[in-house]
């Protein structure tokens, strides 16, 4: 009996503590989960999300556009309501007017404002693509601009005043917006005090300018901008546009990156960037189930989430992009460093010696045979495009060019007048992984042809291509054409091991040669073309110095490539690259020529322009070493 109550006893002690113990336990584990959830929560930056909804200013079907882009407007709101995002609704004056005409479209107006998000102003200026019709300067400066840039002037509707007061229509109080300030900040309207398009980067050293289509990283705000512009104080944050798939998953990345600070994010209210702007916002709601981190544009600057950074006045009224001022032209400050400007090194050294970045253009010359003769021309007008305007090229050649070129007189008697003129004479080289391989291998021939099969399993390449020998033999071949021979791009982004020892300057490393030494960054961004410095890094024992280039072989990549361009300065490098083909239906040449002809525009007499040797040796660019791999 005694024994029985003992056990008794026993068991329920022992059943208490294990009830007790998984109490504890769950317990540990629901107190961990919740610290780690608000952790997470708290791990991750703020965000603000801009819709720009655009003016269609005398645009054939304009008053349509709009039409269909407001039913869109009000589907992406829809999305973001149900998130519970706060979106800054920026619009233009076009579209102040179609608002205020009709009851319902205030109403929903109303219903916009209630949800917390925020109504701003947008602007695209008489330097933008589409100008709205406002602008402070006179109506015939403004057409002279437009004319200026090819086009075929928008109708002039007012000064900024009027288009301020369209927009306090939809916005008694309004304060924030992009007012296209980027090139020139006299477009910015006196009540617009928090602007998200001033051009200037949010991190690091104060005063950068970044593009917003082609850095990611534009969106990464670690501090507010703030200078005073007509002795008013404006705060700037940046953002980055996710208008594509690609941009969005870009700016995945670098979110995903921040652990504190403000992400800013900008699309547009036009059908074909709202499949990317909806993959974002899913993005988001993932990281962030309640939204409660993200914030309008004024919520952001009011509520002091970020440190204030003061700019100099200077920085601020330094026109950045288009070489436009009226009020200046033929003196000092127009950009222009005229005959006795340049007469006299001292007499305006602002517009002699500062603005454009040093540039190289380095042409990849393809190894493909039966487009050999073909090539050679597109080849000699790029040369005489370069020779009319001062510029040095960097010829960069596959081996079957040697023979090409050595085997018939005339041709070798051009390429001595390439090397006279100041063109360098470069490698380049296709490895087994290329549709068309050059044969050349860093491989022994069974290990090289093995990879070829490899490489070409899943994707299409030209057959019956034979071993021609290692990268020395490569060499032995190239230095027929250029015995000095030492730059080139030897699809090293790749395989490292394919730089031959003589090469010491390559530019197809990977690697983008500003921010972070070592990360890697593709040749279709155009910021990828941007210097800020050379990277070394040792290879097969040897130090090679990289230079970086983006590549303008396709539609749309020059326009890019001008507008990174117009935010560097003569302490950096712009490299830039193509193909000497210009075939039927592939006319990859006519983009450098586009470009060449821009640079001219910038640069008048080519005094910018160098070979990639040239600015490797000429000490233009610091040199940084490779700490960590950046993918
Ligand atoms: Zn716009
Ligand atoms: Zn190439
Ligand atoms: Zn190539």
Redesign the pocket.
């Given at each position: 009996m005694d024994e029985q109550q003992n056990n008794y006893i026993n068991n329920t002690i022992k059943l208490i503590l294990i009830i007790f113990g998984i109490i504890l336990v769950i317990g540990v584990i629901t107190g961990t989960w919740i610290y780690l959830q608000k952790f997470t929560i708290s791990n991750i930056p703020y965000y603000f999300i801009a819709i720009h909804n655009e003016p269609y200013h005398d645009e054939s079907g304009g008053t349509e556009k709009i039409e269909a882009s407001y039913l869109l407007l009000k589907q992406m709101i829809e999305k973001a309501d149900e998130y519970n995002i706060k979106l800054t609704l920026m619009f233009t004056a076009q579209w102040a007017d179609y608002i205020s005409e009709s009851p319902e479209r205030v109403a929903d107006l109303e219903s916009w404002k209630k949800q917390g998000h925020e109504i701003a102003a947008h602007h695209h200026s008489i330097y933008h693509g589409n100008w709205d019709g406002y602008t402070d300067y006179t109506e015939e400066e403004a057409i002279a601009q437009r004319i200026k840039q090819g086009k075929i002037s928008e109708k002039y509707l007012g000064t900024l005043t009027d288009y301020i007061n369209k927009l306090k229509k939809i916005n008694p109080d309004i304060k924030s917006g992009c007012v296209n300030d980027e090139h020139d900040k006299k477009v910015m309207p006196d009540e617009i005090v928090y602007d998200t398009c001033s051009g200037f980067a949010n991190f690091g050293e104060l005063g950068q300018l970044f593009g917003d289509s082609n850095s990611p990283e534009k969106g990464n705000n670690e501090y507010i901008t703030v200078g005073e512009y007509k002795n008013i104080q404006r705060k700037w944050l940046a953002h980055y546009q996710i208008t594509t798939d690609e941009r969005q998953n870009s700016a995945q990345v670098v979110f995903s990156s921040m652990n504190s600070g403000v992400y800013g994010a900008v699309t547009h209210s036009i059908q074909n960037q709202a499949e990317s702007y909806y993959k974002f916002l899913e993005f988001l709601h993932s990281k962030d189930l309640a939204g409660e981190k993200s914030r309008t544009i004024s919520e952001i600057i009011e509520s002091k989430l970020l440190p204030e950074k003061l700019i100099s006045e200077k920085l601020i009224n330094k026109k950045t992009q288009t070489p436009y001022s009226s009020k200046k032209q033929g003196m000092c400050g127009d950009f222009i460093c005229d005959e006795i400007e340049k007469a006299n090194s001292n007499l305006c050294r602002e517009d002699c010696e500062n603005n454009i970045p040093y540039y190289f253009i380095a042409i990849?010359?393809?190894?493909r045979v039966e487009d050999l003769e073909e090539n050679y021309q597109t080849l000699k007008t790029l040369v005489l495009k370069a020779n009319n305007y001062g510029m040095k090229l960097t010829l960069m050649f596959?081996s079957p060019w040697v023979d090409f070129l050595l085997e018939d007189p005339i041709r070798k008697e051009e390429l001595e007048k390439w090397k006279q003129k100041g063109h360098e004479i470069a490698a380049?080289h296709?490895g087994y992984g290329?549709y068309v391989w050059d044969g050349y291998s860093y491989e022994s021939e069974a290990d090289a042809l093995a990879s070829r099969e490899e490489a070409c399993k899943d994707k299409p390449c030209r057959e019956n291509i034979s071993y021609n020998g290692d990268m020395e033999d490569y060499m032995i071949k190239l230095k027929q054409l250029n015995l000095e021979i030492k730059s080139g791009?030897l699809?090293e982004e790749r395989e490292k091991d394919s730089l031959p020892n003589a090469i010491i300057y390559p530019t197809c490393s990977g690697f983008a040669n500003f921010g972070t030494p070592g990360t890697y960054s593709i040749d279709l961004n155009q910021e990828k073309g941007r210097n800020d410095f050379i990277t070394l890094e040792t290879i097969n024992k040897i130090e090679r110095k990289w230079l970086a280039h983006t590549a303008l072989l396709k539609e749309g990549t020059v326009q890019g490539a001008k507008d990174v361009f117009w935010t560097m300065n003569s302490q950096q490098v712009y490299g830039t690259a193509s193909?000497s083909v210009s075939l039927p239906l592939d006319k990859q040449a006519e983009y450098i020529l586009e470009f060449m002809d821009f640079l001219h525009e910038q640069d008048p007499t080519g005094e910018k322009s160098r070979t990639v040797t040239e600015i490797i040796e000429s000490n233009l660019l610091p040199e940084k070493e490779i700490e960590i791999y950046v993918k």
């Open positions: 990849h010359n393809e190894p596959t380049h296709h290329v791009c699809n193909h």
